[in-house]
């Protein structure tokens, strides 16, 4: 296990020694090709929530625990093949100035907030397996093993930002799918030569259809909604070579995203229900420890960590790409080119440490609850102003943009305190759609009634 984080740690802080600049930091000076768009980004999704989080819900729920990597897979399909190619035109940094070149600054200082909190969650959701995976390893206290993670996720993400993150993802994931679906077929095998297993468990416990048509669909809007409008991902569009580059990169995360839940929940499945009484959230770990070889087993668990380290850099980059970029240079007013890196890589190291303290404080909580918290509050009140000022820039005025970017997200936290029938992420994108649409009625008419006045 060691030796595969080494070797992947000593390759991302190769790629690192390049870096002298912000923009080489945040955007590896937009040359990114195929394999290294495909690299950050899978690198990043494929986390914690993908691995970890999958095999844990998976005992309580079977097969249907994939939908959550099926999700992250379409999400990158349909920005892949609707909104990679008019993002990267634009020549931009962050998903912010994005919306303040179209909606003004108010919009744009919302959406810094907002993913950035967003972010931050699912930050913690890799977090969590994190901790608990290296306590259980190593037998430190979990503040001690919060701290080795620490270390190792700064010695991820400080030096190359952007490229330790492509040449990282490529070499993570080529690990990650060689051991666990060689490993995922020995434990399906296991579950198939012995069905008493799996006596007690509901019918549609090992197929992915075991859950609720409502419950599928609310999970993929959380996460597609979500995943579009995440800086991260919209980063990795940014530092492409071209956007036929960065369409491409996307749509090859998307087929490395889909199928890598399958076999943790089947390792999970099998673990958590030969032995039920070891921690949920230790289900894959402890499955790769005492049922599979040493070679194999420990090149998967030093993959999963790997995952970890890799999903909480690359989502700490995205809010510290956001926080320093649009909070903090225009605040300090920083102009050096030095000094725009040390305040983006002091602004990761801060959302990397904020993320941990809130793990620490959160330690027994369900991982893939803050995977679909985070997804929910960065999507819900930006994806429809968002893909509106895509396609049809201008479309409607600053303040009915601003208007539906805040109330929308307030219906949605609202609808999650009361507990509606409605799912929370369908009552903000229903608020955000309405008070679009009357925005662009009152523009419509605004425009009709100075034509008619200038005749």
Request: aromatic fraction near 8%.
């Amino acid at each position: 296990m060691a030796m595969t984080i080494g070797l992947v740690l000593a390759g991302g802080l190769y790629a690192a020694r390049s870096v002298k600049s912000a923009e080489g930091f945040s955007l590896g000076g937009r040359s990114a090709g195929i394999p290294m768009i495909a690299g950050s980004i899978a690198g990043t999704c494929v986390g914690g929530g993908a691995t970890v989080g999958t095999a844990q819900l998976a005992g309580s729920i079977g097969l249907s625990a994939v939908w959550f990597t099926i999700g992250v897979g379409l999400s990158l399909l349909i920005m892949g093949l609707i909104y990679a190619r008019p993002l990267r035109y634009t020549g931009l940094e962050t998903i912010s100035q994005y919306l303040v070149e179209n909606y003004g600054k108010g919009a744009g200082r919302f959406t810094s907030f907002a993913t950035s909190l967003g972010i931050l969650f699912s930050a913690v959701a890799s977090t969590l397996p994190g901790i608990g995976l290296l306590a259980a390893l190593t037998g430190f206290s979990y503040a001690i093993s919060a701290g080795i993670l620490l270390l190792l996720v700064i010695l991820y993400a400080f030096f190359g930002g952007m490229k330790t993150a492509s040449v990282g993802g490529i070499l993570k994931m080529l690990i990650l799918f060689v051991t666990l679906f060689a490993l995922g077929i020995v434990a399906w095998q296991g579950l198939m030569e012995a069905p008493e297993m799996l006596v007690n468990k509901p019918a549609g416990f090992l197929s992915i259809w075991g859950i609720s048509t409502g419950s599928i669909l609310n999970n993929l809007a959380s996460i597609i909604v979500g995943m579009i409008c995440t800086q991260t991902y919209i980063q990795a569009i940014f530092s492409a070579a071209t956007p036929r580059t960065a369409a491409i990169g996307l749509i090859l995360a998307a087929m490395v995203a889909i199928p890598v839940g399958l076999p943790c929940a089947v390792m999970g499945i099998y673990m958590q229900t030969l032995q039920p009484e070891i921690p949920a959230m230790l289900a894959l770990p402890a499955y790769l420890l005492q049922y599979t070889s040493p070679l194999m087993g420990g090149a998967a668990l030093g993959g999963i960590v790997l995952g970890i380290i890799g999903s909480v850099a690359g989502l700490s980059l995205g809010v510290g790409t956001m926080v320093a970029r649009d909070m903090l240079e225009p605040l300090l007013k920083i102009q050096s080119e030095q000094g725009k890196l040390t305040l983006m890589r002091v602004s990761v190291v801060a959302a990397i440490i904020i993320a941990m303290l809130i793990a620490i404080t959160h330690k027994d909580s369900q991982i893939l609850f803050w995977n679909y918290l985070s997804m929910a509050l960065r999507g819900c009140g930006i994806f429809i102003p968002l893909t509106l000022a895509i396609f049809r820039p201008r479309a409607i005025s600053p303040r009915w943009a601003l208007a539906s970017m805040v109330l929308s997200l307030g219906a949605s936290i609202f609808a999650g305190w009361v507990h509606t029938a409605t799912s929370p992420i369908f009552v903000g994108l229903g608020v955000s759609f309405i008070v679009v649409v009357m925005g662009m009625s009152w523009k419509k008419m605004t425009s009709e009634s100075v034509s008619v006045h200038a005749q």
